[in-house]
């Protein structure tokens, strides 16, 4: 099986087929173009996203023998699901840029952002429904997993004693859940129960690590498309400042300080930056993040023997280098 030349030629099918799903719909008389549907394809088509999902649930795929067509529809609303809860978090979060672009709600406003959100959601669910209504079941849980864990999130800001419990919970609802349901959605029509269970729980571990390197990447200033420090900047205790508020109280004041201001200055988000870098909170999360990814790889247990199976643990080691090679870069 040569994995690199399939899953190259997959994520061309799921481009194709998202092109598709996202042409202008029936608006009714009167009205010129679809501006629920130009806005899902400013933020689904042509920006840069990374196709991790559909890439999963490829892989996945083929580890259980799954054909390549049947699991095209499961890749696309995978990045669907995805896609619609990053037009929601755009609008909670106030952001003004995603992947180097403006995001849909600093170009078309909350409303059209949140609407072509649910729009989204419900056309990949509606395709899961032609494929196989157990998809819709699982689908539907982790849309509700990933909804409950963006209101923790919410709740969660500005909060330095938040227990690290409650961030990895946020951590597994956002992202790992929809990484375990990849795996989970291709077992599931391999008619396969013991690797619906290790998909699901190498997915889980894997987003939680894929979230903690996300969290490394604002500290380090190596995440494309964001400003650095955007988690200080929007009060949202990240792995990286939980760790460095617990090691140096000093900053901790400094950090509830910035917090109490409606607006903190870049001038003072780069020197509390700074400060959280010094206290070697970010090696302590890669540590961390490593424990995710050795858990993950446990998890797939025999089935890391096939090709596919051998891809993910390579694709779940890349993850833990590339993060090693920026902190030390960093450090150089």
């Not at 689908?139 to 990895?168: F, K």
């Not at 700074?274 to 540590?287: K, P």
Request: with cysteine.
């Amino acid at each position: 099986m040569d994995v690199a030349h399939e899953l190259t030629e997959f994520l061309g099918q799921v481009e194709q087929r998202l092109t598709e799903l996202l042409a202008d719909g029936d608006v009714g008389p009167d009205v010129k173009g679809d501006t629920l549907m130009d806005a899902a394809r400013h933020l689904c088509l042509g920006a840069g996203g990374k196709r991790a999902r559909p890439m999963l649930v490829r892989l996945f795929g083929g580890v259980v023998g799954v054909p390549a067509a049947r699991l095209v529809d499961v890749g696309v609303a995978a990045e669907m699901i995805h896609s619609a809860s990053l037009l929601h978090d755009d609008v909670v979060d106030a952001g003004m840029f995603r992947r180097g672009r403006p995001t849909v709600n600093a170009r078309w406003g909350n409303i059209v952002a949140v609407m072509s959100g649910d729009l989204i959601l419900s056309t990949a669910l509606s395709r899961l429904s032609l494929l196989d209504a157990r998809l819709v079941q699982s689908g539907l849980a982790i849309v509700t997993e990933m909804t409950r864990a963006a209101i923790a999130e919410v709740e969660a800001r500005g909060d330095m004693n938040l227990p690290l419990t409650r961030l990895r919970y946020i951590a597994e609802g956002k992202t790992g859940s929809l990484f375990g349901w990849c795996g989970k959605a291709a077992a599931t029509l391999a008619d396969q129960p013991e690797a619906q269970a290790r998909f699901d729980a190498f997915g889980r571990h894997l987003g939680v690590a894929f979230q903690i390197a996300d969290d490394i990447r604002d500290i380090l200033g190596t995440d494309v498309g964001k400003p650095r420090y955007a988690d200080v900047h929007s009060r949202t205790p990240s792995l990286p400042i939980l760790l460095a508020v617990s090691r140096d109280e000093s900053l901790r004041r400094k950090l509830k300080d910035a917090w109490a201001f409606s607006v903190i200055t870049p001038e003072r988000t780069r020197e509390i930056g700074a400060a959280i870098e010094a206290t070697g909170a970010v090696e302590a999360s890669m540590e961390k993040m490593n424990v995710e990814i050795e858990a993950a790889l446990d998890k797939l247990g025999p089935f890391a023997n096939d090709a596919a199976g051998a891809e993910l643990m390579s694709w779940a080691h890349r993850l833990s280098e590339g993060i090693a090679e920026q902190v030390k870069g960093r450090a150089a």
